[in-house]
Every structure is written in structure tokens, then in C-alpha cells.
């Protein structure tokens, strides 16, 4: 018997486009499935080193959960690498003025620390309220199965 284990080819996977709804989904949980969505974890055709992910548009970012007290006292920090450049902005700043960001870099996080991690980034669409210009790819509602 020949079984051979079967590793996907860039021409031959197909990837969907899927539209989640962020409006009352807690962070991390939500970024854990996302993850998984964009790496095609999902999928039986899963192969590491090649990009078999979806694309994922998610709306509704501005209207995300963190749990306990997180959004006043857990900080995201940048540093510029010049003298007095560090910044400090709580997680309810990001909230109002860039949700987008949060929830990508909360999913870039979960994402393997290697290049293809750039291009499964790539694939995940972030909007802060309802609208979003990916109508024409049709994108199918994904629930997510965390509460």
C-alpha cells in the first residue's frame, strides 16, 4: 500500500473569503480562531510551509470586549529608539482611535514568527464600523465559535 502524505501546491489551493463580525467578541478569543482561519489550520489540505489560509474581513472593530479591568490597565508600548520615545497607550485609547490596529496585532501575534507570517497578515482586512469595499469577492459570514 502506498500512502503518501499529501502537501498542498500554491496553484491548487483555494482560498475563501470570509466576513466576521467583531461587535461584542472578546479579543483574545476571537484572535486564536482568526489566526487559525488565515494559516488554514481549518482545512485538511493544512501544509506549514505553504500559504493554504482564507482571507478574512472582519467589521465591527471598534464595538470589541477585552475582559476584566484590561482596558485601563493594559498598555500597548512603541518605541521609537531615540532618547524619551516611548509611548504608552492604554488598550481603550486603541479602542477609540485605532481599533484596527489592536485586532491586528493581537492576531499577528498568534501567527508563526517566520515570512510566510507577513503574507497570512496580509490576507486579514480590518474595518472599525459595518461598511467594508469587499463586496465583489462575495465573502461568506463565518460565526465564530467562541462566545
Known sequence: MNRQTYLA???EV????LLVDA???ILGR???EIAVLLMGKNKPTYTPHHDVGDFVVITNASKIKLTGNKFDQKFYETYSGHPSGRKLYSY?????KKPELLIKLAV???LPKNKLASVMLSKLKVYAGE???HQAQQPKVYELKSA
Not at 14 to 17: M, N, V
Not at 92 to 96: A, F, Q
Open 9 to 11: 501546491k500554491n496553484k
Open 30 to 32: 476571537m484572535a486564536t
Open 14 to 17: 483555494k482560498q475563501d473569503w
Open 92 to 96: 481603550r485609547e486603541l479602542v477609540e
Open 131 to 133: 461598511e467594508h469595499p
Open 23 to 25: 461587535s461584542d467578541k
Open 108 to 110: 499577528r501575534r498568534m
